[in-house]
């Protein structure tokens, strides 16, 4: 079992930056691949970055690609989403996942065994 925190979300201007991070528990956190999805008011839950646990590769959605960067420390059970260039469209709440089997990049909620409780994230005009 792996229990999922984030924090470091809040009210942004736009242009403005955040970086969130999400603890996890559990020994074997540095076998498992994670991703960060969003999802604003009414619509489905989308995909934002995903990081392999071997090499700690990234891919990430067109729409963030070169603002956000996600990254992972093994030894501190953390991984992070540091977010440049906000935008209002990037407002949302945001959520840490895990996946426990595979190492490769992975975009559907579907594909993740573990969830965070979300965090907000506000970017104004």
């Known amino acids: 079992q792996v229990q999922l925190v984030e924090s470091g979300g809040g009210l942004v201007q736009a242009g403005g930056s955040l970086r969130l991070s999400c603890a996890a528990s559990?020994?074997?956190?540095?076998?498992?691949?994670m991703g960060w999805f969003r999802q604003a008011p009414g619509k489905d839950r989308e995909f934002v970055s995903s990081i392999t646990w071997s090499r700690g590769n990234t891919d990430y959605a067109d729409s963030v690609k070169g603002r956000f960067t996600i990254s992972r420390d093994n030894a501190k059970n953390t991984v992070s989403q540091q977010m440049n260039s906000l935008r209002p469209d990037d407002t949302a709440v945001y959520y840490c996942?895990?996946?426990?089997?595979?190492?490769?990049?992975?975009?559907?909620?579907?594909?993740?065994?573990?969830w965070g409780q979300g965090t907000q994230v506000t970017v104004s005009s």
């Open positions: 559990g020994r074997t956190f540095s076998r498992y691949a």
């Open positions: 996942a895990a996946r426990s089997r595979g190492d490769g990049y992975y975009y559907a909620t579907l594909d993740y065994d573990y």
